[in-house]
């Protein structure tokens, strides 16, 4: 069975400082990830996502992740957080054609980041 | 529709009362998928669909919860008996299938408050 862990239910920064939030992934065969964020009051929405394409996936508002096999990793990195990026940031994972996994999104527990003038 | 559709967006109802919460997914959109958002949990899997069958309805919490999917399109979730436990946001998801472009396109949500 697949499953994420996201290390770290809160997060706190500067703004201007680095974002750095962390997902860890279990599964049999190396997955789909993806990152999802949601603003407050509001529906998610999609980062970006890592398909067996390059390992380092640039996202929208700045964001990037990325896929480290041998570390089973899948974080989340911004160089310089903006106001803006505060929100919750959820992980998934999606399982690989023959996989019993696959077709179901599985997400962490998500991580709230805040960003501090 | 431009985007997933959920209705209603509120919901309170007394407990023991049965609920039924609709999802109106992407035209064209082959998979479906029912999450519940608790404070503090995360989102937890309900149930996936693909075309109308369920292959996957583990996340079920109990045999209080059933879903369905009619024609390839809309889907409704159904809580009977609802407990205060059952208080939560559920969010359904639609994707133009599974593999790479498995990008899963969420509603809104609705807040389900059991009194």
């Known amino acids: 069975a697949q499953s994420v862990t996201q290390l770290g239910s809160h997060v706190s920064v500067s703004e201007g400082a680095l974002v750095l939030l962390r997902c860890n992934y279990s599964s049999s065969v190396p997955p789909y990830l993806f990152w999802y964020v949601q603003y407050p009051n509001q529906g998610l929405q999609l980062l970006l996502k890592y398909t067996s394409a390059a390992t380092l996936v640039k996202g929208i508002n700045g964001f990037e992740a990325e896929f480290k096999k041998s570390e089973t990793s899948f974080h989340l990195t911004k160089p310089s957080a903006h106001m803006s990026d505060a929100a919750e940031y959820f992980c998934?994972?999606?399982?690989?054609?023959?996989?019993?996994?696959?077709?179901?999104?599985?997400f962490g527990q998500g991580t709230i980041l805040t960003v501090h003038p | 529709g431009a985007g997933v559709s959920q209705s209603p967006s509120n919901k309170v109802t007394e407990k023991g009362k049965d609920v039924e919460l609709r999802c109106d997914p992407i035209?064209?959109?082959?998979?479906l998928y029912w999450y519940r958002q608790s404070l503090g949990q995360g989102l937890e899997f309900l149930i996936y669909f693909q075309g109308n069958s369920a292959p996957d309805k583990s996340g079920l919490p109990s045999d209080r919860f059933s879903a369905e999917r009619t024609g390839g399109s809309v889907s409704t979730l159904t809580i009977q008996r609802t407990q205060q436990e059952d208080s939560a946001v559920y969010l359904c998801?639609?994707?133009?299938?599974?593999?790479?472009?498995?990008?899963?396109?969420f509603g809104q949500g609705t807040r389900l408050t059991v009194v």
């Open positions: 035209s064209g959109h082959t998979a």
């Open positions: 998934a994972v999606g399982g690989r054609p023959g996989g019993t996994s696959y077709g179901k999104l599985t």
């Open positions: 998801a639609s994707s133009l299938g599974t593999g790479p472009n498995t990008e899963a396109f």
